[in-house]
């Protein structure tokens, strides 16, 4: 039996400075993670929907990545602007916000990303 | 679009010593999420399910506490012994280990330990 409607998950994972990927941490996630649990908290969804940090969701170079649950919508380049609409959207609602959630395009990118990091260290 | 056709998250809280709560991290649950990670290794399922650590999921006191998406099971006083069980029958099945899945008893118990803490606190 689940216990909360919907279930926001933020990577705020931390790298040592000059990691090719990055992380999500230094890109602002920990913000992030405060904004929905503020948003979250004025609109009185306390015990009802929660928002936790997360270790490293490997969305590293398309970060701060966050990923909303039962839906499973993962939103990529999140910024604290973008919050407040994602609630609206995605928490309160079963929408999509299409500007930042990621397709079938975004997870190809993150491949060849990848790949062309496996090259460089070679 | 979702990313991983499973998504195991691990409370790995820790709190200060003393807490009345306690916390999962004290419980064993940072090696609960290594058997995770190893478990899905071994299965060949790296990149097609993924294991996180998480921040405090707000179960404390039946911790430690495991939860898997989509399905939205939560599995309490989880041990390293149960891992190997979870992963057969929740993650490569659709499936629920009885035993160890929270249900309604479950979270009323927790909202009674809850509320006899507000009345120790007073």
């Known amino acids: 039996m689940t216990r909360f409607d919907k279930h926001v998950f933020v ?14 941490n230094d890109r602002g996630s920990s913000a992030i ?4 649990v503020d948003g979250l908290k004025k609109r009185g969804l306390k015990g009802v929907v929660r928002a936790n940090k997360t270790g490293c969701l490997d969305a590293c170079e398309l970060g701060p990545a966050v990923v909303i649950y039962p839906q499973g919508i993962w939103y990529l380049h999140v910024t604290t602007d973008d919050v407040e609409e994602i609630i609206e ?8 916000v299409n500007r930042l959630a990621a397709g079938a395009a975004e997870w190809d990118e993150l491949q060849k990303i990848r790949a062309a990091e ?5």
């Open 33 to 36: 993670r405060f904004a929905f």
């Open 89 to 96: 959207t995605s928490v309160i609602g079963d929408g999509v």
């Open 11 to 24: 990577c705020t994972n931390q790298r040592g400075s000059g990691h090719p990927r990055g992380c999500c």
């Open 118 to 122: 496996r090259t460089d260290k070679k």
